[in-house]
Structure formats: C-alpha cells, structure tokens
C-alpha cells in the first residue's frame, strides 16, 4: 500500500471555520449577510469616483446549487489580499462554467474531460483569447482554493492555462492620422473642460481611467521651478484601499504649461461646486455640473452635480467623434475608448528609447512583462521595429558601466558609512542610495535625485554620468517633442547634480 498516492491533506471548512469566514463579511461593508445574492463592499470603496456597484459582488447568475461554495471562495480570495474587481471578475467567469456542467454534477465528479468539453465550448465562442485565459485562469482558482470542501477531494484539470493572457491587439492603439484628428479637436475653446482635461491627462501621461477619476483639487502643486502633478493608482498596492501615490513632473512650458492651465481651470471648477457635493464626493478634481441641449443647440445648466465615472467620459468621447467626424483610414468612425491612451503612451516612449523600466516608473507597473506583452504595439510601426527593439532591450545590457539604479540595489558603497547611515529610524535604502529621511515622503526615482535627504552610492558615479549622457542625447534626439525633450533634460541635470555632489565629495550624513 505504501506505493499508492495519496491525495493532500486538505481545508476540511467545519463549521468553525465557515463561521469565521462569515464574519469577515463585517470588515467588507456595512450592511451584507451571506445569505444574500449581492454583496456591496462600501467599506471597501476606494475614491470618490465609485458608485456602489463597483464594489459590488453579484452571485445570482451561479446555479442555486453551487453558489454557497462560490460564496466561500469568494470570502476566501477576498481574505488572501484579492481586492473586491478581482473577486468580482472571479465570480462572473465562473458562471459560464457552471452554466456548462451538466446538471447535478459533483465538483469530486470534474476531470479531464470536462477540462476537454470546456475547451471545446471556448474554443468556439467568439471572446478575445484575454477572455478565454480568465475564465480558464478563474475555474483553476476555484477548483485548487475549495479542495476539501466537505471533505471532496477536487482535482484541478485546469491546473494548465491553453490561452495566451496578453494578446496585443492592434485596435487598441490609436493610429497617428486619428491621433491628430483627436489632438486638433481637443484644442477648441467649445470643447467640455472637464472632458478636454481629462483626454489631456490621458494623452500625456500612460494613466488608467479610474486613476485620472481618483485625483483630488490639491493634485497639482508647484515644485523647485516647476510642477509635480499627483495622480492615485490602486492597481500595484497590493489590494489596499489607500492608493499608491504616482509623482509626474511636469515644465509648465509647450504641452506641459497647457495642460497645467487645463488642470488650473478644473480646479477653480470644482472648488466652485463643493457646497453642492455629497460628503463622499467632496474633493474630486472632476466634478461636473449636468448640462442639458436644446433642440436650439442652446445648453443650459441643471442643478445637478456629479463626479466624472467611466461611462461619462466614454459617452463624450463617443459624441465628440461623431460631431467633428473623427474617422479611421477605412472612413469608419472612430471608436475612442480611455484606455487606448496607455497603449499609446506606452507603445510611444518604447519608440522613443525610453527602457521598460523607465517606463514602468511613469505608468505604477510592477516589472515588465505586462508592458511589452500587451501594451507594446511596435509592430502597428514596421520601420521602427527592429532597430529601436533592439535598442531599448540591448540598450542596459551593451552597457560598459553594468550598474543597476532600478533593482533598488545599493551597489558596493562603504561598509560603515552605509551601516551608519541605516542606524537611524528614519534612514531607508532607495534606488541608487540611501534616503536620510523618508518622514512624509510620497517620491518617486526623480524626487530621490532632487532630495537634500539623499545620499548617493560613489562607487555609482559612472552609472551616474552615464545618465547624464543618455538623458542628453534623448532630449536632443527628440528636441521635435516639447514635453519629452523637458523631461529628458530635467532628468540630465537630475543625474548631473548627483556626480557634481560626488565629485565635490559633498555625500556624507
């Protein structure tokens, strides 16, 4: 008997543990029961910019027999750091499933062939291969979470995903001859100004909808000469409610000053339509008064008043298209969606020369596989592929000074110094050194740089005049862009205060 395997001892969820798993609902929203078909999670909303169905996880569309257990999964995921859309997406992917299973199925019952019939059924619906993978990637979830559920044991024939997750694809990128259509149109005095706004937000800085939703009036503040502009992100924080802060300096000159005096204006906006804002909706950038049109093409205002959510934007892009005959080189109109912004952006400063890593400093990406698998469209560019491909992943690789700013590595700085430094409560390792003093500090790479707090690794010195050189050499290779040439030389002269400070010695606590 001892050659037999054996299945895992699993979670064997008595009634203690279910009991505990139900009281967990208290900490998610103010008001929910198990029983329940609809849970809203309002001690879980994260901005003002979410209505309650956001944060709302639905189980009606799960067949009356397995929606007890999908109920515990949820709590589960909910419990292991999954926030509210995830779970929410976990739970509607699955109801296909259930829907396919044949009636009265045991989950013990599911094998191979149901993974095989399963696949068949995707295989012939008409979803994008994204769709595909998540509701595969959902079933394997599910299937591994609840073994042991009432002492089954499940197997898991899900366990190998045959869909691919990021499939560029290429109505996703907003072409060039679009894009200035879309610019020109942008510009005009007529155009909404919390709508004008937000699609310059989006066109010059890589940002996800529900960020640019979630930024506050005091989002802009003056900065050593120019401006840094905050805007929240939630997507890397690990599930937590409170947002990750992203840092964008911005010249107020070209692009940039035109968008500091759109973001200017919305903020005198928005200050001016407080008094009329529920608590929970008080301090948004984008708040809006609702507008009505006459059959006389007159607008008048109601006395109503609102903060920007997704279907807003989406419904204004859409009519801002059709009035000013925004169309594709097929002569179709064009479909503008918020999202094809960050693939732009992205797929842009990849042209650009910008390394991935730099860029997933801009965008509050966490590592690079999302970037060029799903967000790189240089292929939608034939005669810049190859050469600037290769430039941008060869780019630290060919490099003869081999030092490593984003690892948040410090690289061979003085044995005691560095214990000294790291004495202090206050004292913590950045990229490229050590901040004396991280009190209050919401920065990111070029507010280290700019810091008095911090102290530089000298046996990077070379990587630092480096940068200094590459910086340089973008902002004159791109001296045609206004707001890529001003980042790159405030950048250069970011990494050219740290040699100077270096070189002058002036590094020590």
Same mark, same amino acid.
């Given at each position: 008997?001892?050659? @037999?395997?054996?299945?895992?001892?699993?979670?064997?969820?008595?009634?203690?543990?279910?009991?505990?798993?139900? *009281?967990?609902?208290?900490?998610?929203?103010?008001?929910?029961?198990?029983?329940?078909?609809?849970?809203? /999670?309002?001690?879980?909303?994260?901005?003002?910019?979410?209505?309650?169905?956001?944060?709302?996880?639905?189980?009606?569309? @799960?067949?009356?027999?397995?929606?007890?257990?999908?109920?515990?999964?949820?709590?589960?995921?909910?419990?292991?750091?999954?926030?509210? &859309?995830?779970?929410?997406?976990?739970?509607?992917?699955?109801?296909?499933?259930?829907?396919?299973?044949?009636?009265?199925?045991?989950?013990?019952?599911?094998?191979?062939?149901?993974?095989?019939?399963?696949?068949?059924?995707?295989?012939?619906?008409?979803?994008?291969?994204? $769709?595909?993978?998540?509701?595969?990637?959902?079933?394997?979830?599910?299937?591994?979470?609840?073994?042991?559920?009432?002492?089954?044991?499940? #197997?898991?024939?899900?366990?190998?995903?045959?869909?691919?997750?990021?499939?560029?694809?290429?109505? #996703?990128?907003?072409?060039?001859?679009?894009? =200035?259509?879309?610019?020109?149109?942008? %510009?005009?005095? *007529?155009?909404?100004?919390?709508?004008? /706004?937000?699609?310059?937000?989006?066109?010059?800085?890589?940002?996800?909808?529900?960020?640019?939703?979630? %930024? &506050?009036?005091?989002?802009?503040?003056?900065?050593?000469?120019?401006?840094?502009?905050?805007?929240?992100?939630?997507?890397?924080?690990?599930?937590?409610?409170?947002? @990750?802060?992203?840092?964008?300096?911005?010249?107020?000159?070209?692009?940039?000053?035109?968008?500091?005096?759109?973001?200017?204006?919305?903020?005198?906006?928005?200050?001016?339509?407080?008094?009329?804002?529920?608590?929970?909706?008080?301090?948004?950038?984008?708040?809006?008064?609702?507008?009505?049109?006459?059959?006389?093409?007159?607008?008048?205002?109601?006395?109503?008043?609102?903060?920007?959510?997704?279907?807003?934007?989406?419904?204004?892009?859409?009519?801002? /298209?059709?009035?000013?005959?925004?169309?594709? =080189?097929?002569?179709?109109?064009?479909?503008? $969606?918020?999202?094809?912004?960050?693939?732009?952006?992205?797929?842009?400063?990849?042209?650009?020369?910008?390394?991935?890593?730099?860029?997933?400093?801009?965008?509050?990406? +966490?590592?690079?596989?999302?970037?060029?698998?799903?967000?790189?469209?240089?292929?939608?560019?034939?005669?810049?592929?190859?050469?600037?491909? #290769?430039?941008?992943?060869?780019?630290?690789?060919?490099?003869?000074?081999?030092?490593? %700013?984003?690892?948040? &590595?410090?690289?061979? %700085?003085?044995?005691?110094?560095?214990?000294?430094?790291? =004495?202090?409560?206050?004292?913590?390792?950045?990229?490229?050194?050590? /901040?004396?003093?991280?009190?209050?500090?919401?920065?990111?790479?070029?507010?280290?740089?700019?810091?008095?707090?911090?102290?530089?690794?000298?046996?990077?010195?070379?990587?630092?005049?480096?940068?200094?050189?590459?910086?340089?050499?973008?902002?004159?290779?791109?001296?045609?862009?206004?707001?890529?040439?001003?980042?790159?030389?405030?950048?250069?002269?970011?990494? *050219?205060?740290?040699?100077?400070?270096?070189?002058?010695?002036?590094? +020590?606590?």
């Amino acid at each position: 008997m001892s050659g @037999i395997l054996k299945p895992l001892i699993t979670e064997t969820y008595d009634e203690y543990q279910k009991a505990r798993y139900i *009281e967990f609902l208290n900490e998610l929203g103010s008001n929910i029961r198990f029983e329940d078909d609809t849970w809203v /999670c309002d001690k879980r909303r994260r901005s003002f910019a979410e209505y309650p169905h956001t944060v709302s996880i639905y189980f009606s569309a @799960i067949q009356v027999q397995y929606r007890t257990v999908v109920k515990y999964f949820a709590i589960i995921r909910l419990l292991n750091g999954i926030g509210i &859309r995830g779970v929410k997406r976990n739970v509607l992917d699955l109801v296909s499933f259930f829907r396919f299973l044949p009636e009265d199925t045991l989950l013990s019952e599911i094998n191979i062939s149901t993974a095989s019939q399963y696949k068949e059924l995707l295989d012939h619906t008409p979803q994008a291969m994204s $769709t595909k993978y998540a509701k595969w990637s959902a079933v394997s979830v599910f299937l591994k979470t609840m073994n042991g559920w009432d002492g089954e044991y499940i #197997k898991n024939p899900f366990a190998d995903n045959p869909y691919d997750s990021h499939e560029k694809l290429g109505y #996703k990128y907003i072409p060039e001859d679009v894009a =200035k259509q879309l610019d020109t149109v942008f %510009m005009r005095d *007529e155009i909404d100004l919390t709508i004008k /706004c937000i699609y310059w937000i989006l066109r010059l800085i890589p940002s996800r909808i529900s960020e640019v939703q979630g %930024m &506050r009036i005091d989002c802009l503040k003056p900065y050593n000469g120019h401006f840094c502009l905050f805007i929240p992100t939630w997507k890397q924080n690990g599930g937590n409610k409170e947002p @990750i802060q992203r840092v964008i300096h911005i010249e107020d000159t070209g692009s940039g000053g035109y968008l500091i005096r759109l973001i200017r204006e919305q903020q005198e906006l928005a200050k001016s339509l407080q008094p009329f804002m529920a608590d929970n909706k008080k301090d948004a950038l984008f708040t809006y008064q609702v507008k009505f049109t006459l059959k006389n093409g007159t607008t008048t205002s109601m006395s109503r008043y609102h903060t920007v959510q997704w279907g807003y934007v989406s419904y204004n892009f859409k009519n801002i /298209c059709a009035k000013y005959n925004i169309r594709d =080189k097929d002569g179709e109109m064009y479909k503008l $969606t918020s999202h094809q912004f960050r693939h732009n952006g992205i797929t842009d400063r990849l042209e650009a020369g910008f390394t991935l890593p730099q860029i997933a400093d801009m965008t509050g990406h +966490h590592g690079d596989a999302m970037l060029f698998g799903s967000y790189a469209h240089l292929d939608l560019k034939p005669k810049t592929l190859i050469q600037k491909q #290769k430039y941008v992943l060869s780019e630290q690789e060919n490099s003869e000074n081999p030092y490593v %700013m984003f690892g948040g &590595r410090i690289l061979n %700085m003085e044995g005691q110094l560095e214990k000294r430094l790291l =004495k202090s409560i206050r004292a913590h390792r950045v990229r490229g050194g050590i /901040c004396g003093d991280i009190t209050g500090c919401k920065s990111d790479m070029w507010n280290c740089l700019d810091c008095k707090h911090f102290i530089p690794d000298r046996e990077q010195l070379p990587y630092f005049r480096e940068q200094v050189l590459a910086w340089q050499t973008k902002a004159e290779k791109f001296k045609d862009y206004p707001m890529i040439k001003t980042n790159a030389m405030r950048n250069a002269e970011l990494f *050219e205060k740290i040699v100077k400070k270096l070189m002058e010695g002036d590094y +020590h606590a």
